[in-house]
T-cell receptor
């Protein structure tokens, strides 16, 4: 069964450093998403992406964040200068269509620890 | 603004019994979709069940069913014949913007 994959599973970085989280969505999916989950808290939407453009973004997704689809398979989330409060699980998801009842398939997540 | 509220941080159920997890939401849209996601200790989010707001019939998936009350903006999840593998965090979510509730941690006692 196709699945969304994410690398690395755990990333440790120092405050102020740049990190890139990588995701490989399901191959025939057209819509891609990033979410984050601070430990013990709810899952928060960051951004959605389609046709090489951001479709929607939340108030969390400020200038420190960027997303890119550098090739036909990867979808990346970059945090330019990490802060302690960026420590969280980051989930990538993809879906065949946007909105509606189309299921988003989630990856296993990347745990980001900022020290 | 769209909001999702799960008022039960933790719930516990005896194996083989039935448990209901609550969710209320607020949206100004007339058509929308609601979801319940399960997050086991592995932390991967798994879709449990979905409900289309314009459908009056409550969605059912095997042991999982919902009680959708559109006027009350309520969307509860009922798990029948609970199994040990049902133990997880359960998140209610609204529409494909994926506004998630805070989650309910379900414990299943053998």
């Amino acid at each position: 069964e196709p699945e969304v994959t994410q690398t690395p599973s755990h990333q440790v970085t120092q405050m102020g450093q740049e990190v890139i989280l990588r995701c490989v969505p399901i191959s025939n999916h057209l819509y891609f998403y990033w979410y984050r989950q601070i430990l013990g808290q709810k899952v928060e939407f960051l951004v959605s992406f389609y046709n090489n453009e951001i479709s929607e973004k939340s108030e969390i997704f400020d200038d420190q964040f960027s997303v890119e689809r550098p090739d036909g398979s990867n979808f990346t989330l970059k945090i330019r200068s990490t802060k302690l409060e960026d420590s969280a699980m980051y989930f990538c998801a993809s879906s065949e269509f946007y909105r509606g009842d189309y299921e988003q398939y989630f990856g296993p997540g990347t745990r980001l620890t900022v020290t | 603004a769209q909001t999702v509220t799960q008022s039960q941080p933790e719930m516990s159920v005896q194996e083989a019994e039935t448990v209901t997890l609550s969710c209320t939401y607020d949206t100004s849209e007339s058509d929308y979709y609601l979801f319940w996601y399960k997050q086991p200790p592995s932390r991967q989010m798994i879709l449990v069940i979905r409900q289309e707001a314009y459908k009056q019939q409550n969605a059912t998936e095997n042991r999982f069913s919902v009680n959708f009350q559109k006027a009350a903006k309520s969307f509860s999840l009922k798990i029948s014949d609970s199994q040990l593998g049902d133990a997880a965090m359960y998140f209610c979510a609204l529409n494909n913007d994926m506004r998630f509730g805070a989650g309910t941690r379900l414990t299943v006692k053998p």
